[in-house]
């Protein structure tokens, strides 16, 4: 059974910057797409940030500029660097893996941004 850990979630000032990390183990087939997704309380999951093996990236506007993600494919390994944080970035953060069989989701961390 494949899984995902996430780490590097916490409480963050405004402006203030995190690092996500994310490792895929136990997954058999080729890891095509990588991405992180939010979920705020009261609010549906979204899309964050994916990068496809290849390296090309998409970005929901409300953090273009701000985050960028980033994969060490050999590593099966993603990470999203967090700048200039707002209390709208608040949210558990879910790592997802696509493969072409499944979808596989992290547990989620926790990010909180208040002064």
């Known amino acids: 059974q494949g899984q995902l850990v996430e780490s590097g979630g916490g409480l963050v000032q405004p402006g203030g910057s995190l690092r996500l990390s994310c490792a895929a183990s136990?997954?058999?087939?080729?890891?095509?797409?990588m991405g992180w997704y939010r979920q705020a309380p009261g609010k549906e999951r979204e899309l964050v940030a994916t990068i496809v093996s290849g390296g090309n990236t998409n970005y929901a506007d409300s953090v273009k500029g701000r985050f960028t993600i980033s994969r060490d494919n050999a590593r099966n390994t993603v990470y999203l660097q967090m700048n200039s944080l707002k209390p709208e970035d608040t949210a558990v953060y879910y790592c997802n893996a696509q493969t072409v069989t499944r979808a596989y989701w992290g547990q989620g961390t926790q990010v909180t941004v208040s002064s």
């Open positions: 136990g997954i058999i087939f080729r890891i095509n797409i």
